[in-house]
């Protein structure tokens, strides 16, 4: 028993000193890898040199021992490259270079008296991206919709598989990603933040053999049309056209042009006189002297808008035609100018034509007189104002023919050929000249003219007629020359204008002949001379008061031949030596206060003025104050009320008139003497401040001195007010303020007020204070 125990224990230790090989583990390596190798080392220097079996048991060679160039050994006898330091031993190489998968297997390294070592190598293909250069590193999502990435790899088999990674982050199945598909990551919901660089991982599950590729996500914003893309639109022949297709999107849209006028499709480039894009997008499109297509006259242009990427997978191009009708202008017949003489013996008829005569354009054809409106348009047939012009329609041409018979000077003038058409408007003017002798323009000549010594006068004459007249001047039968008179240049044919600057022989009668081929006629001009007017007729005195005397009169008899233009009024107490002077203007002037007033009279009736205007919050009433003169009357009803103010009481006053024109002050009336009452109170001054105030605890009251002051000056003015409970109150309560101010004042300011409360004055006048704020 004891020596077969020996036995066994010597064997085991034999057995013990195994072969070492490194490394320890399988290589897991893709197809056509090189480089890579296994060391077989027997520990024992003594030994037998390791040798290396393939998968199917057969022994591997060296190369120069007739081993394959991809798996082969060499050999080392003695190396102290060992796995125990310090010690000799020799090993063998398993070396492996541009591997097949027929490669794979499992390797045994062996040695006789050793125990057999074996390693594994797993070969894989290649994992490829074959459209790696196909563009699919670069791809577009479309906005708001779910999208797919794609990352086509090979091989499909031998168990490759795949996971994304967006920004170096894992991206998962999850509500907005799915990767369940191989090759495919599907991105819900697509938004703008969904942008960014994406990775597919390709690999062999249970080894780390793997490949990545990186792929640039853009999101994509579909193009829609700004607005509304360009409508069917009518184009005239040899003018512009511009054309505008705007779109938004992400990135911003190219437009494209294309001609596909009759079905064919001709992109539109930048060609000089023919075709202009604007440099942004070419969105717009200028078609240059348009001309009218090989057949018909309809062009049709598509704008197309897309921001697709380079190798989009799905196109979200918008595109739009656009219908340009070619419209051609008519062209009509040439200008007509007839000349016919109204005396000729029988009368004299005419006819004139209008025709379109270019066959591509459409037009509706009219004749129009003295105007191109529709409303000077003529009927077709005999004119309801005049049968004699009759215009007659070709049924087949639609040309027109005017015919005017028996002319006579009033069918003189311009007859328009009008074509109203799409294209434009176009006309021709024909003319039809009417011979007849001179006629004077009365609306233009006067008949008298009016001046005086040393002004200059123009007199006029025009006269109508054809041949155009010819004018000339005489005076007493004697043609007046440039040697009597000055002649206005530059005039219009058949008028003439003479300037004079008269003496006192000059007044009188002139007379302007003016003649053509057909007559002659003489036109009488009296230049009056002017003189000042006559004194006014009827003053008389009409009411006195203590300040004040009202006063009236009539125009004078004679004018002068000029128009009045107001009149001077002098009055004096009649121990005075100077007269007021006051001049009154028969049109209201700008110094004159005319404004509307609610007077502060206790019945509250609002005072009707005749004359007045309306000027912010300020209203003051008639009668009119110009100065010191008030004018009861402005309006012109024959004669002329004036109040004169600001008097002495109980003084005798002499009063007298005078009328003026352009030339002066003419004659006075005779004087008319009256007195003024004794003294008086005077009137209540007029309040014309507003009623709210726009303060909450003050009011500024204002006012004008009173109409009569009684006939002194105005020495106090007191002012009583109290406060109230509400807007229909007036009446002054016992708790009543007094304030009295000096005769020149014209404005006082109360304080302090309650904010938001009523009050009252004597006159009835009921102020507001403003409310919170």
Not at 173 to 188: A, I, P, S
Request: with cysteine.
């Amino acid at each position: 028993m004891s020596i077969r125990i020996f036995m066994i224990a010597a064997f085991l230790a034999k057995l013990g000193d195994a072969l070492i090989v490194t490394p320890t583990t399988p290589y897991t390596k893709f197809e056509g890898e090189s480089g890579f190798f296994y060391k077989c080392e027997n520990p024992d220097l003594n030994g037998p040199q390791p040798a290396w079996d393939d998968s199917e048991g057969d022994p591997i060679y060296t190369i120069s021992g007739g081993g394959s160039n991809r798996v082969y050994i060499t050999e080392t006898t003695s190396s102290t490259s060992c796995a125990t330091p310090g010690t000799l031993c020799r090993f063998t190489r398993l070396h492996f270079r541009d591997v097949q998968i027929a490669d794979s297997g499992l390797y045994a390294c062996k040695a006789n008296g050793h125990q057999t070592q074996t390693r594994n190598v797993y070969l894989y293909k290649i994992i490829t991206f074959p459209l790696y250069d196909g563009n699919e590193e670069a791809q577009s999502l479309i906005y708001n919709t779910t999208a797919t990435i794609y990352c086509s790899a090979r091989p499909l088999d031998n168990g490759l598989d795949m996971f994304w990674q967006k920004d170096a982050t894992s991206v998962g199945d999850t509500e907005k990603y799915n990767g369940n598909t191989f090759g495919q990551l599907t991105v819900k919901n697509v938004e703008v933040s969904d942008e960014g660089e994406y990775s597919c991982v390709a690999y062999y599950q249970d080894t780390p053999l793997s490949i990545n590729k990186n792929i640039d996500v853009t999101v994509q914003v579909p193009p829609a049309w700004n607005g509304v893309p360009p409508r069917p639109r009518n184009v005239v022949i040899n003018s512009d056209v511009t054309l505008v297709c705007a779109a938004s999107g992400r990135p911003d849209p190219t437009v494209t042009w294309t001609d596909v006028t009759g079905g064919d499709r001709q992109e539109i480039t930048d060609f000089p006189n023919v075709y202009e894009l604007s440099s942004t997008g070419n969105r717009q499109l200028r078609i240059m002297n348009i001309q009218l297509p090989v057949s018909g006259n309809i062009i049709i242009i598509e704008c197309r808008a897309s921001n697709d990427p380079s190798g989009a997978r799905v196109s979200t191009a918008i595109t739009h035609t656009i219908q340009l009708t070619v419209l051609v202008p008519p062209s009509l017949t040439q200008q007509q100018v007839y000349t016919v003489d109204e005396t000729a013996e029988g009368g004299n008829t005419r006819s004139f034509e209008c025709a379109n005569t270019d066959f591509r354009s459409q037009a509706r054809l009219s004749f129009r007189r003295d105007g191109r409106t529709a409303m000077d348009e003529l009927e077709i047939g005999p004119q309801p104002d005049d049968s004699r012009v009759v215009v007659t329609e070709n049924s087949q041409t639609m040309a027109l023919t005017l015919t005017i018979s028996t002319i006579q000077r009033e069918h003189e003038g311009i007859w328009t050929c009008y074509a109203e058409s799409l294209a434009g408007d176009v006309w021709v003017d024909h003319m039809l000249l009417v011979e007849y002798k001179p006629i004077i323009d009365q609306s233009r000549t006067p008949s008298s003219t009016v001046s005086w010594e040393g002004r200059l006068t123009d007199l006029t004459c025009i006269f109508f007629g054809y041949p155009i007249p010819t004018v000339k001047w005489t005076r007493n039968n004697v043609e007046l020359t440039a040697l009597d008179v000055d002649f206005v240049p530059d005039l219009p044919p058949g008028s003439s204008t003479i300037q004079i600057m008269p003496e006192n022989e000059d007044f009188g009668a002139y007379f302007c002949n003016g003649s053509n081929t057909k007559g002659f006629v003489n036109y009488r001009q009296e230049l009056t001379k002017a003189e000042r007017p006559s004194e006014p007729i009827g003053l008389r005195v009409t009411d006195e008061t203590s300040s004040t005397i009202s006063i009236q009169f009539s125009p004078p008899n004679s004018d002068g031949s000029l128009l009045i233009a107001g009149y001077t009024i002098e009055y004096r107490v009649f121990t005075d030596v100077q007269p007021t002077v006051l001049q009154y203007e028969n049109t209201v002037s700008d110094d004159t206060t005319c404004r509307r007033l609610i007077l502060p009279i206790l019945t509250g009736v609002e005072q009707e003025c005749i004359n007045y205007c309306e000027d912010s919050q300020l209203f003051i009433c008639c009668p009119v104050v110009d100065r010191n003169i008030c004018l009861e009357r402005p309006v012109d009803q024959g004669y002329t009320e004036l109040h004169l103010r600001g008097l002495r009481a109980e003084s005798i006053y002499e009063i007298r008139v005078a009328a003026r024109n352009e030339l002066g002050t003419g004659d006075y009336t005779q004087i008319v003497t009256t007195s003024t009452e004794p003294l008086s109170l005077p009137d209540p001054p007029n309040i014309i401040s507003k009623r709210v105030s726009d303060r909450r605890d003050r009011y500024t009251l204002r006012w004008i001195h009173p109409y009569d002051d009684g006939g002194a000056t105005v020495i106090n003015y007191h002012v009583e007010y109290s406060q109230v409970e509400s807007r229909d109150e007036y009446e002054l309560t016992p708790r009543q303020v007094s304030v009295c101010v000096i005769g020149n004042a014209t404005a006082l300011e109360i304080n302090p007020l309650n904010q938001g409360k009523f009050y009252s004055d004597p006159a009835q006048i009921l102020i507001e204070t403003a409310g919170s704020i």
